[in-house]
Nanobody, 119 residues
Framework: QVQLVESGGRLVQVGGSLRLSCAAS????????VGWFRQSPGKEREFVGA????????VYADAVKGRFTISRDSAKNTVYLQMNSLKPEDTATYYC????????????WGQGTQVTVSS
């Protein structure tokens, strides 16, 4: 079992930056594929980005490519989502996910953290 806890979400202005954290317990997160998803009211949950395992290859949704970066700190068993040049359409609840590989993302979910981008 992997327990995931997100943090770092808050209100930020357009063009600002924010870093979300996803702390894991129960298993070594570096041995899992990890990713971020987001969901806005009335919309389905959408893929944001992920790091594969093995290989640590990053993949991103077109909507965030070049603005968002996923990284992990194995010593802290934590995954991060660095978000730059934020837009109002980035407003959503952001969820951390983990799985045996990218196709299995969603095997484990965090509870979500709210990001609001204000103009």
């Amino acid at each position: 079992q992997v327990q995931l806890v997100e943090s770092g979400g808050r209100l930020v202005q357009v063009g600002g930056s924010l870093r979300l954290s996803c702390a894991a317990s129960g298993r070594i997160l570096s041995r899992y594929a990890v990713g971020w998803f987001r969901q806005s009211p009335g919309k389905e949950r959408e893929f944001v980005g992920a790091l594969s395992w093995p290989g640590q290859i990053p993949v991103y949704a077109d909507a965030v490519k070049g603005r968002f970066t996923i990284s992990r700190d194995s010593a802290k068993n934590t995954v991060y989502l660095q978000m730059n040049s934020l837009k109002p359409e980035d407003t959503a609840t952001y969820y951390c996910a983990a799985g045996g590989n990218i196709a299995a993302l969603g095997e484990y979910w965090g509870q979500g953290t709210q990001v609001t981008v204000s103009s």
